[in-house]
């Protein structure tokens, strides 16, 4: 079953006297959340009346919070967006939509399923497991092919991987 609301990053502080927090973003950039024009709360949607990039991070101003006595309340809350508010590129997808997918070498044999992606820096790493864990770069050097609508992707292995 397909999640609607999907985590996309976290309040980590207020910003200021207005009102406005901090979201660290869990998305390919600040700039994505900052074209949301409604987070959720706890599964309740909230206007975002401002949002802008600063340092890496999300400073929103959203309906509702007008001080920094009220902003402080939602100090690590994590924020989320409704899938049918964004329209994805060709080919991009959520990460939450590949997770558990079975994971396939070039000849078509099965080493696992997509476990975890990890963010230990720009790139990201797939966690695969099967009967061994397996860690692969998500560059398409080694990740061949993603097909969510077909519940596999289809990777290179070097040796040593």
């Given at each position: 079953m397909t999640k609607q609301l999907l985590e996309c990053g976290k309040i980590v502080n207020t910003h200021g006297i207005r009102g406005e927090v901090k979201i660290v973003p869990w998305a390919?950039?600040?700039?994505?959340?900052?074209?949301?024009?409604?987070?959720?709360?706890?599964?309740?949607?909230?206007?975002?009346?401002?949002?802008?990039?600063?340092?890496?991070?999300?400073?929103?101003?959203?309906?509702?919070?007008?001080?920094?006595?009220?902003?402080?309340?939602?100090?690590?809350?994590?924020?989320?967006?409704?899938?049918?508010?964004?329209?994805?590129?060709?080919?991009?997808?959520?990460?939450?939509?590949?997770?558990?997918?079975?994971?396939?070498?070039?000849?078509?044999?099965?080493?696992?399923?997509l476990k975890e992606v990890l963010s230990p820096s720009h790139q990201q790493v797939y966690v695969v497991s099967g009967e061994r864990e397996i860690l692969i770069p998500a560059v398409p050097e080694f990740v061949l092919e993603t097909n969510v609508e077909g519940g596999y992707i289809k990777v290179r292995l070097i040796e040593g991987m």
């Open positions: 390919d950039s600040p700039e994505f959340v900052c074209q949301l024009s409604t987070l959720y709360l706890d599964g309740a949607p909230v206007a975002v009346r401002s949002a802008r990039v600063h340092k890496g991070n999300v400073i929103a101003l959203l309906e509702g919070i007008n001080d920094v006595n009220q902003a402080m309340l939602l100090k690590n809350k994590v924020v989320c967006l409704n899938r049918a508010d964004v329209a994805l590129e060709e080919g991009a997808f959520f990460l939450e939509d590949i997770l558990g997918l079975q994971v396939v070498d070039e000849d078509g044999r099965v080493l696992g399923h």
